[in-house]
Nanobody, 115 residues
């Protein structure tokens, strides 16, 4: 079982930047991802990174967000630049193993972007 702890959320003005972090006991064998959920909306995928560092992004964040991982530090990152009010949401870290249906989730960290 993997326990995930997010940090780095906060309030910024539009155009600003934040970096989210997600720490765990061991992430090296896991595909990792960031999801977000805004009030009244479904949770959506933001970015993902495989064990081979292959990355994927939602169209809405391409060119603005960067996902990365540091297996030595057991930490996942999400660098968010040029933030927009529509990026306001609770952001969740997720981990899963290839071939397994089990997903592990962090408790979430709030990101608020004001115009």
């Amino acid at each position: 079982q993997v326990q995930l702890v997010e940090s780095g959320g906060g309030s910024v003005q539009a155009g600003g930047s934040l970096r989210l972090s997600c720490t765990a006991s061991d992430i090296s064998d896991y595909h990792m991802g960031w999801f977000r959920q805004a009030p009244g909306k479904e949770r959506e995928g933001v970015a993902g990174i495989g064990t081979d560092d292959y990355t994927t992004y939602a169209d809405s964040v391409k060119g603005r967000f960067t996902i990365s991982r540091d297996n030595a530090k057991n930490t996942l990152y999400l660098q968010m630049n040029d933030l927009k009010p529509e990026d306001t949401a609770e952001y969740y870290c997720e981990a899963d193993r290839c071939g397994s249906w089990i997903k592990y989730w962090g408790q979430g960290t709030q990101v608020t972007v004001s115009s």
